[in-house]
């Protein structure tokens, strides 16, 4: 009996429903942390506590969630066929594992390369403390042309695929891809980090984790979600040290607390009408369909640098912390559609749905796009949104 609820529990975790894990669990701490504790760390009032119209809205927007989910799980949108009895060749993975290093490497260069052109900043530079440079500076002073700037998102595609195909490998007794695939992660990881780009690798990490879990027969999940978590929590520190130089307990706390639970607190507020990006001059369809620019060109749809300019003098306008300017994803779609947020994640239960049956199926739609949907629903309590620049890329 103990054995089949672990296996039911892997199950579940895996699924589009599993995912959302992660931002309830935060709702929770939100709704339930003591406003003092809040206050003291994040240095603004607390509006999220016991605010039962913001909890029930987030909880209603998950319900729909979870209807989509569940209701398309049966008739299939898109014809696609299994492909779990077609083997890639290793020598394919090693390619694209190679391929993906040389990016990396070519990624770092260029940032570099621009910054000490532009700011004669250099690489030691960054590790000692100056990598805010590069969020402050790269894609406004310091242009890296050709659209060069997101070699890294598509090197987080090639890293999934490698990802995938290693633990799929091993789960067929395969072996010969284990150097190439950690020598293809170490660097991808460094990249990031170097790169100050905490986006993309906390995407790989949970994507990783994912893919790990589906595959491997025995998994303690007890233990690989705390081996997640402090992961994510050493590499935080790690990039927190990267950009501001030096950090200690409170303003590590305050960092933490203001990239996840904070974005409750200006859901509240949302929720409330006393705060508004979209009246503040930002379009509603960034927040629906957030897609910046066409991977590797100049061709750009949404200045997202000023838009995060105005969102954090909004904040500051509000009375809050205005070194924040995440308000979960509810709260952005709640922006731009109002009353009809719910709706909205009904549609992405009805995406989540036929990915998670397509990357079952090891077909390459499902292998490529579930692992980031999923990623994008356990980070909702910021605002991440799977049609991100990533949807084009892939």
């Known amino acids: 009996m103990k054995k089949r609820l672990k296996i039911d529990i892997k199950s579940f975790i895996t699924t589009p429903y599993g995912a959302t894990i992660f931002p309830i669990v935060l709702l929770f701490i939100s709704f339930f942390l003591p406003p003092e504790v809040y206050e003291y760390y994040v240095k603004e009032p607390n509006y999220m506590f016991m605010n039962f119209s913001m909890f029930s809205f987030v909880l209603i927007c998950v319900l729909y969630y979870y209807i989509g989910v569940f209701i398309f799980r049966f008739k299939p949108i898109l014809n696609l066929d299994p492909l779990s009895k077609v083997q890639i060749p290793p020598a394919f993975i090693k390619f694209i594992a190679l391929i993906n290093i040389l990016l990396c490497f070519l990624y770092l260069f260029l940032i570099f390369y621009y910054l000490s052109q532009y700011l004669q900043i250099s690489p030691i530079d960054i590790v000692k403390g100056k990598g805010q440079y590069i969020k402050d500076y790269l894609g406004s002073a310091v242009i890296i042309p050709y659209g060069l700037g997101g070699l890294l998102n598509l090197s987080l595609v090639l890293q999934i695929f490698v990802c995938y195909y290693y633990y799929y490998a091993f789960y067929l007794g395969i072996n010969t891809l284990t150097k190439y695939f950690y020598v293809s992660s170490a660097v991808f990881i ?12 906390f995407i790989y990490l949970i994507s990783w984790f994912l893919i790990y879990t589906f595959f491997k027969n025995r ?5 690989n979600l705390t081996g997640l978590f402090l992961v994510i929590i ?5 990039i927190s040290l990267i950009r ?3 950090i200690n307990l409170t303003f590590l706390l305050d960092r933490l607390s203001g990239y996840t639970i904070a974005a409750y607190n200006r859901l509240a507020l949302i929720l409330s009408g006393d705060l508004s990006y979209v009246k503040a001059g930002i379009p509603a369809n960034f927040y629906l369909l957030p897609v910046l620019k066409i991977p590797l ?10 838009y995060s300019r105005i969102s954090l003098e909004t904040v500051g306008s509000a009375g809050l912390n205005s070194s924040y300017n995440m308000a979960t994803l509810f709260g952005g779609i709640y922006q731009a559609v ?3 947020t719910p709706l909205y994640f009904f549609f992405l239960g009805v995406i989540g749905s036929r990915l998670y049956i397509a990357f079952k199926r090891r077909h390459p739609f499902g292998i490529l796009f579930y692992p980031i949907f999923y990623a994008s629903v356990a980070f909702w309590m910021i605002d991440v949104n799977v049609f991100f620049c990533f949807s084009l890329i892939l």
């Open 219 to 223: 998994v303690d999940l007890i233990k």
């Open 338 to 340: 109002g009353i009809a």
């Open 244 to 246: 501001e130089g030096k």
């Open 297 to 306: 060109t100049d061709l750009v749809f949404h200045d997202f640098r000023e």
């Open 234 to 238: 050493v590499l935080f520190i790690i």
């Open 190 to 201: 460094i990249t990031s980090i170097l790169s100050v780009n905490r986006p993309v690798l």
